[in-house]
Nanobody, 122 residues
Framework: QVQLVESGGGLVQAGGSLRLSCAASGRAFSTYTMGWFRQAPGKEREFVAAIARSGSSTFYADSVNGRFTSSRDNAKNTVYLEMNSLKPEDTGVYYC???????????????WGQGTQVTVSS
């Protein structure tokens, strides 16, 4: 079992940057693939990024590719999402999730954090 807590959200102007963190407690963080998802008001939760257990592989949704970067520090049981060139359409609640497969399908992730709000003003 792993518990996840996101932090780092906030209000930022378009073009700005934020860095989200997701701290994990419990055992074997390094055995989990980590994903980032977001949910805008009235919309379904969508995939943003995923990072392999070792951090050697990452992939991103087309909408954030080139602007967002995910990384992890297994010694600190933490995964990060660096978000640059933010746009108003990036607004939403951002969730980290832990799973066993490096996929974009949210059903493949077993453990979820409570989310952190990101608001990008125009």
């Amino acid at each position: 079992q792993v518990q996840l807590v996101e932090s780092g959200g906030g209000l930022v102007q378009a073009g700005g940057s934020l860095r989200l963190s997701c701290a994990a407690s419990g055992r074997a963080f390094s055995t989990y693939t980590m994903g980032w998802f977001r949910q805008a008001p009235g919309k379904e939760r969508e995939f943003v990024a995923a990072i392999a257990r070792s951090g050697s592989s990452t992939f991103y949704a087309d909408s954030v590719n080139g602007r967002f970067t995910s990384s992890r520090d297994n010694a600190k049981n933490t995964v990060y999402l660096e978000m640059n060139s933010l746009k108003p359409e990036d607004t939403g609640v951002y969730y980290c999730a832990a799973g066993r497969l490096l996929v974009r399908t949210r059903e493949a992730y077993d453990h979820w954090g409570q989310g952190t709000q990101v608001t990008v003003s125009s």
